[in-house]
């Protein structure tokens, strides 16, 4: 068929409906421009009268979008679709046989809005009566489906326009289709049509955005949020609104393609139907806009319910009676089946949770902070526990660890290489992802566990029943010792526990054991004011040379101000003041030991015992905190426990007790001349809290006086230890 010339398929003006001319010439401002929109919409819901059909529109929408988005273009573009399509392949089968059933029922009614599209461009008519009359056709359908199906006739008419403008260049029928519908010649003039074309995308994507407002209002879950929420019952007033215009806009957008291909180019002349485009675009952003902040709340709402529900359930399921611990550690690890969510220490492979059924699990529990001090001696005590137990019983325990992060920020590629780093290190199980961790088992970590950011290490038995809310404490203090690492073996190694040296440096250091054991005086202590440092060795070796007395000294540091030890103890090997600890890792364990006596005995409820050995604890924390201390020892048994101050005044008073030294002994002599001086200084006592720790006590009672303290919030910044971010 012969091409006709492009300048006899220009129409005149003559041969237009009136209609049309006055659109062309005038537009159709009125009712766009409407100041009583009260009166439109009255209109509007007086078509409304629905009779209870559901219509499930999501599968109809998903096909609506996908016509759109793949005839929604540039026009610039057309010459390059050919190719592009030839690639893209919807999954027939599948794609038809979901759309079957509904579409036997729907497709009358798409067919009957879009000959009204078609037919209501062509004739002229008003875009608010054309709108009114699909409302009309629509008034037994909820108003997500009147919207959906005015769509899905829109799309009809518009998929068709451009699978012919796509395909006629190599399709001789869809050629001969074209040429009635003037599509060669209207592509001729793809750069005057541009902006024409930019005016219906934009169009009909806010469309289409409005569109999926209205149909995720109506899948809201009734079960999490109620109508009555204000920010639901804003949005759904508002719907009816959202629909007209929606509707109204597709009337515009199928007249713009109608009047394009059935008036020929004297139509694209006109700016009226462009401005037309830009007014409604404006207007539905403008409703999408609200709608979405409406939504975003409701969605907030279900959130915290569906939250809340979650964390009951959760906390329903810990307490109830299991015949194993698989339905726990689902629960706490990954509750699905599709995806192996740990992997194996020493193969590195991935695994299911089923390789833990009926194993006593402990479940360590940190962020991706924790240090390698804290994972090298828990390699070493997990080892050590492997030997210390019998076959069966290493059969019977596994680790694993779950790692914690703040699910605010984002997830990075620095963030996932330090997490892969520290899995690697790892020979015990680990989950694949802190994605994992469900939100609701964070919460139960932090208010039931009370994680803080520091390493916990929770215990579950054979039947998933939590028999020690944090082992790590005895992990530190006893070792391999506190296997099978649960409250009652907890309680049982504090009774057989007494204030001696090995509480102190048990695990530590071999040197000092042996000291121990060759019956040694011993002055342990720490600080970080080399002046005192000074003063304090030099005057315990002159007092041990004048005793006759074989003394040993050894430099433990403090529980903070790492670098500041570390030039102290740089200073103490220097000048051969004493014995240190060159290795930092060491300080950290005696402080982290020690502390974690004070938290175990928290967690017990006993922090407040009246026994000896608390006591001396607590003031050997309190004294780290106000300067230098001193604990001296023979052989195993502790003799004096001091404050910086007042060993070092006893010291220097050596001439005044030295005569009761041959008859009493020297560890007696100096602790009575140093209880003296204690007594009549009495120095503060303070205990400071990381607010990472976990479990911090309401109260606690002075050590000294036995009165309760008073409880104080404090800001520290010691200026030496940076701060290692892997957020940065």
Same mark, same amino acid.
């Given at each position: 068929m012969a091409m006709m010339p492009t300048s006899k398929m220009m129409p005149t003006s003559k041969m237009m409906p009136p209609a049309m001319q006055r659109l062309i010439k005038g537009g159709d401002r009125?009712?766009?421009?409407?100041?009583?929109?009260?009166?439109?919409?009255k209109q509007v819901i007086e078509t409304h009268n629905p009779d209870g059909r559901e219509v499930d529109v999501k599968p109809l929408l998903r096909l609506v979008e996908d016509i759109l988005n793949r005839a929604t273009l540039n026009a610039g573009t057309v010459a390059t679709m050919e190719s592009q399509l030839s690639t893209e392949n919807i999954e027939e089968k599948s794609y038809q046989a979901s759309f079957n059933a509904m579409l036997d029922v729907l497709s009358y009614i798409i067919d009957r809005i879009s000959c009204e599209l078609s037919v209501?461009?062509?004739?002229?008519?008003?875009?608010?009566?054309?709108?009114?009359?699909?409302?009309? *056709?629509?008034?037994?359908?909820?108003?997500?489906?009147?919207?959906? =199906?005015? @769509?899905?006739?829109?799309?009809?008419?518009?998929?068709? $326009?451009?699978?012919?403008?796509?395909?006629?260049?190599?399709?001789?029928?869809?050629?001969?289709?074209?040429?009635?519908?003037?599509?060669?010649?209207? *592509?001729?003039?793809?750069?005057?049509?541009?902006?024409?074309?930019?005016?219906?995308?934009?169009?009909?994507?806010? /469309? =289409?955005?409005?569109?999926?407002?209205?149909?995720?209002?109506?899948?809201?879950?009734?079960? !999490?949020?109620?109508?009555?929420l204000p920010a639901l019952s804003a949005a759904m007033a508002h719907v009816p609104t959202?629909?007209?215009?929606?509707?109204?806009?597709?009337?515009?957008?199928?007249?713009?393609?109608?009047?394009?291909?059935?008036?020929?180019?004297? !139509?694209?002349?006109?700016?009226?139907?462009?401005?037309?485009?830009?007014? =409604?675009?404006?207007?539905?952003?403008?409703? !999408?806009?609200? =709608?979405?902040?409406?939504?975003?709340?409701?969605?907030?709402?279900?959130?915290?319910?569906?939250h809340a529900e979650a964390y009951q359930n959760l906390l329903n399921l810990l307490g109830a009676i299991h015949i194993d611990n698989m339905k726990i550690l689902k629960a706490l690890i990954y509750p699905k089946d599709d995806i192996m969510p740990l992997v194996e220490g020493t193969t590195k492979k991935r695994v299911n949770i089923e390789v833990l059924r009926r194993r006593n699990v402990l479940l360590l529990i940190s962020g991706l902070d924790i240090s390698q001090e804290e994972l090298s001696i828990l390699e070493q005590i997990h080892s050590e526990s492997k030997l210390h137990a019998t076959r069966q019983e290493m059969h019977q325990y596994e680790l694993v660890w779950i790692p914690v992060v703040d699910r605010s920020v984002q997830w990075t590629d620095p963030m996932q290489k330090h997490f892969e780093g520290l899995k690697s290190t790892m020979p015990w199980y680990t989950v694949i992802h802190p994605n994992l961790i469900d939100r609701a088992v964070i919460r139960l970590i932090k208010e039931k566990w009370h994680f803080r950011n520091k390493p916990i290490l929770v215990v579950l038995d054979q039947q998933g029943r939590v028999v020690c809310p944090n082992a790590i404490h005895m992990m530190w203090i006893w070792g391999s010792n506190a296997f099978p690492f649960t409250t009652p073996r907890e309680e049982d190694l504090w009774k057989d526990e007494s204030w001696r040296l090995e509480l102190l440096v048990d695990g530590i250091d071999q040197t000092i054991l042996n000291w121990i054991k060759e019956g040694k005086y011993i002055f342990l202590y720490g600080g970080d004011d080399i002046e005192w440092i000074r003063k304090f060795t030099v005057a315990a070796r002159q007092v041990a040379q004048a005793s006759k007395i074989p003394?040993? /000294?050894?430099?433990?540091?403090?529980?903070?101000?790492?670098?500041?030890?570390?030039?102290?103890?740089e200073t103490i090997s220097l000048e051969k003041l004493s014995y240190t600890w060159l290795d930092?890792? /060491?300080?950290? $364990?005696?402080?982290?030991?020690?502390?974690? /006596?004070?938290?175990?005995?928290?967690?017990?409820?006993?922090?407040?015992?009246?026994?000896? *050995?608390?006591?001396q604890i607590k003031m050997l924390l309190s004294f780290d905190k106000a300067g230098g201390w001193a604990v001296l020892s023979k052989g195993s048994s502790i003799a004096v426990n001091g404050h910086g101050t007042t060993v070092l005044q006893a010291l220097q008073e050596y001439d005044q007790w030295k005569e009761y030294v041959p008859t009493k002994g020297f560890d007696n002599a100096f602790g009575e001349r140093h209880g003296n001086i204690h007594k009549a200084t009495q120095p503060c006592c303070r205990f400071e809290?990381?607010?990472?720790?976990?479990?911090?006590?309401?109260?606690?009672?002075?050590?000294?006086?036995?009165?309760?303290?008073?409880? @104080?919030?404090?800001?520290?910044?010691?200026?030496?230890?940076?701060?290692?971010?892997? !957020?940065?």
């Open positions: 009125g009712m766009i421009t409407m100041s009583d929109d009260n009166v439109m919409m209501k461009a062509l004739s002229g008519g008003e875009a608010h009566a054309t709108t009114l009359s699909i409302f009309n *056709m629509l008034n037994p359908f909820p108003w997500d489906a009147k919207l959906v =199906l005015t @769509l899905a006739a829109f799309a009809f008419n518009y998929g068709e $326009f451009w699978l012919l403008a796509q395909i006629y260049s190599t399709n001789q029928l869809a050629k001969s289709m074209a040429i009635l519908k003037q599509l060669p010649m209207i *592509m001729e003039h793809s750069g005057v049509l541009k902006s024409r074309f930019d005016g219906l995308n934009s169009l009909i994507q806010a /469309m =289409l955005k409005v569109t999926r407002c209205v149909v995720d209002l109506k899948e809201l879950p009734s079960a !999490y949020i109620s109508s009555e959202a629909v007209y215009w929606t509707i109204r806009s597709a009337v515009a957008c199928a007249s713009q393609i109608t009047s394009l291909t059935s008036y020929g180019l004297e !139509y694209i002349t006109s700016t009226t139907e462009a401005w037309e485009l830009s007014t =409604l675009a404006h207007k539905l952003t403008n409703i !999408y806009e609200h =709608l979405q902040k409406q939504i975003n709340i409701c969605y907030q709402h279900i959130e915290e319910n569906q003394l040993e /000294m050894v430099y433990v540091g403090k529980s903070s101000k790492r670098e500041q030890v570390r030039r102290a103890i930092l890792t /060491m300080v950290w $364990f005696f402080w982290t030991r020690l502390e974690s /006596m004070l938290f175990s005995k928290i967690q017990l409820g006993k922090v407040d015992e009246s026994d000896l *050995m608390m006591q809290f990381q607010s990472t720790a976990g479990r911090i006590p309401e109260s606690m009672r002075c050590p000294e006086c036995k009165r309760r303290m008073e409880k @104080l919030t404090t800001f520290v910044c010691c200026h030496d230890e940076p701060v290692l971010s892997i !957020y940065e």
